[in-house]
């Protein structure tokens, strides 16, 4: 069981990217997905999710409307467009899953069971 996550890099404030989770050894449309992300110096924080049984997607309030969580089944790969960055969306970015999550456990790190090695995202002119 792996997550591997990509897509990481330095962009001007305004910019945009699109961060990969490919999953191998399991399916991961049958867990929920969740981005995190971690500052240094601050503790890691929940970005966004997408729930297993119908996909619907969540965002912590900060990156609404200017992050886009999906999925392909097909590469089984999640994904994070991120538009519109912000130099304080500066930060280690990791993807995880988890088979007995529900909506008020989200957000914990706790919950997860697996975790991609995380990517840099950069956000500086």
């Known amino acids: 069981v792996q997550l591997q996550a990509s897509g990481g890099g330095l962009v001007q404030p305004g910019g945009s990217l699109r961060l990969s989770c490919a999953a191998s050894?399991?399916?991961?449309?049958?867990?929920?997905i969740g981005w995190f992300r971690q500052a240094p110096g601050k503790e890691r924080e929940w970005v966004s999710g997408m729930k297993r049984n119908d996909g619907r997607p969540y965002y912590t309030d900060s990156v609404k409307g200017r992050f886009t969580i999906s999925r392909d089944t097909a590469k089984n790969t999640v994904y994070l467009q991120m538009n519109s960055l912000k130099p304080e969306d500066t930060a280690v970015y990791y993807c995880?899953?988890?088979?007995?999550?529900?909506?008020?456990?989200?957000?914990?790190?706790?919950?997860?069971?697996?975790w991609g090695q995380g990517t840099l995202v950069t956000v500086s002119s």
């Open positions: 995880a899953s988890g088979s007995r999550i529900i909506t008020s456990t989200m957000r914990t790190v706790e919950a997860y069971d697996y």
């Open positions: 050894g399991f399916t991961l449309a049958s867990t929920t």
